[in-house]
């Protein structure tokens, strides 16, 4: 694409738009915002001006115009039928990010890698965080938050960003204002890659699911890894996935691996629990794991990381002392203590049915109590938990649940009188530390950004 000056329109100002729009206009194009919604504040409007940004709810279109809309947009949207019918070239987000950052230059001499996907992707990001720093400056940016990880220091830079492609372009101011010196920056993307990455990852396609109103798959916003690769790269995808990787024109070369020892794939990874065996060609080693979290819960996560590690040319031993020394990531099957209960940590944004269900399959003991909280913290993300699946959920293990909590509005329709409701995880933890005592079980599965 010709990147010289050009006229965009950027739709969506709620998820990212604004910093898109803001930095095409520093780089010298002639820049709308389109609120689609009609939901800009007068302080954001003028905010825009500012740049010389013109802003609209709808728009006229010409084919001259690159439009820029984010791949969950509705297709039956009004400003976006204008556009397709007007001859526009229209991008998404993802791409827009890669080329205001191929632009700017901000990465040049960095490696960068880039990780989406169905489930997995911020234990991968941080097991893949944990095995570039033992050598490496690393800048990791996650639903989890922003963090800068080297030999000598683990430190949060930023909590608060979400994992949509625009985010990545304010993680990098923040670490440009840090001052840092970065050899290598890992992101954590919703829904695809923007393609400035020397190696994307897609931990999986499955399950697969409806967005943009229902009307687009998520694999193939997810596949954007592929399409957007630029030449030279690697994307390491689960050999589950790879025909439908092989069916999308890529410039990239396809890595596979594979968690469940079902695929022929370049690195596999069987997990048990408390030690894994990694294969690579001929080459098997074992490395003994810690105890504080349930591994065959990171399978995917050990088997994606070490792939894309294996392939940046990280040496076998370094990725096996990272892993013996991984103790789990905060919501993700992390098992811990808390006031003298065991407290089974599942709470996270990328929390599914299914991973609430693992816990309470983990956390059972027929000779202790159990207590569950489950629910969503609504306000915090795009896509819940449905009622109906924890209202199943809970019907299906009612005999081993002693106390039930809910969190979020959506779940009041759910465990009728055995429930007790709650507006937030930090609620819903204290009241289950008042309907516990010393050695009770707690596990915790709120849909929510931690």
Do not use: W
Request: with cysteine; proline share 2%; net charge neutral.
């Amino acid at each position: 694409m010709n990147t010289g000056q050009q006229k965009y329109a950027v739709l969506d100002m709620t998820h990212g738009g604004i910093f898109i729009a803001e930095k095409l206009a520093d780089l010298g194009h002639t820049v709308k915002a389109v609120d689609v919604y009609g939901t800009l504040k007068k302080e954001v409007i003028a905010g825009l001006r500012t740049f010389g940004i013109e802003i609209e709810n709808k728009t006229l279109f010409s084919e001259k115009d690159i439009v820029i809309a984010p791949v969950h947009l509705d297709p039956e949207n009004p400003v976006y039928r204008s556009a397709l019918a007007s001859g526009a070239q229209i991008i998404t987000h993802h791409h827009a990010v890669g080329i205001i950052l191929n632009k700017n230059g901000n990465l040049k001499g960095r490696q960068v890698f880039e990780i989406t996907g169905s489930k997995g992707k911020t234990s991968t990001a941080f097991l893949l965080a944990a095995i570039l720093s033992k050598d490496m400056s690393v800048v990791l940016h996650t639903s989890g938050g922003l963090y800068h990880l080297s030999p000598t220091r683990k430190k949060l830079i930023r909590k608060g960003l979400s994992i949509a492609p625009a985010s990545i372009l304010e993680a990098i101011r923040s670490v440009e204002e840090q001052e840092l010196s970065i050899d290598a920056f890992i992101f954590e993307d919703s829904l695809g890659g923007t393609g400035i990455a020397d190696i994307g990852i897609i931990t999986t396609l499955e399950p697969e699911y409806g967005i943009a109103n229902n009307k687009r798959n998520s694999s193939d916003a997810k596949l954007q890894m592929v399409k957007n690769a630029k030449h030279n790269s690697k994307i390491v995808i689960n050999c589950a996935d790879l025909g439908k990787a092989k069916n999308c024109n890529s410039n990239g070369e396809i890595c596979t691996f594979s968690s469940n020892g079902e695929c022929n794939a370049d690195v596999v990874v069987t997990v048990s629990p408390d030690s894994l065996v990694l294969k690579k060609g001929s080459k098997n080693i074992e490395i003994a794991l810690n105890g504080d979290y349930d591994p065959r819960s990171y399978s995917m996560a050990f088997a994606a990381s070490a792939c894309a590690a294996l392939k940046a040319g990280i040496g076998i031993d370094t990725i096996a002392e990272a892993f013996s020394e991984f103790s789990g990531v905060e919501g993700r099957m992390k098992i811990t203590s808390l006031q003298g209960r065991k407290l089974i940590d599942n709470s996270s944004s990328g929390l599914k049915i299914d991973d609430a269900e693992a816990a309470l399959k983990k956390g059972f003991d027929p000779d202790k109590k159990l207590t569950l909280i489950i629910g969503e913290h609504a306000a915090q993300v795009c896509e819940g938990l449905p009622p109906e699946d924890v209202e199943k959920l809970v019907v299906k293990y009612s005999d081993r649940i002693d106390h039930l909590v809910l969190v979020g509005k959506r779940m009041e329709s759910v465990g009728r009188d055995k429930a007790i409701y709650c507006s937030s995880l930090d609620e819903g933890i204290t009241t289950a530390l008042t309907l516990t005592s010393e050695n009770d079980i707690i596990i915790s599965c709120v849909k929510c950004f931690r």
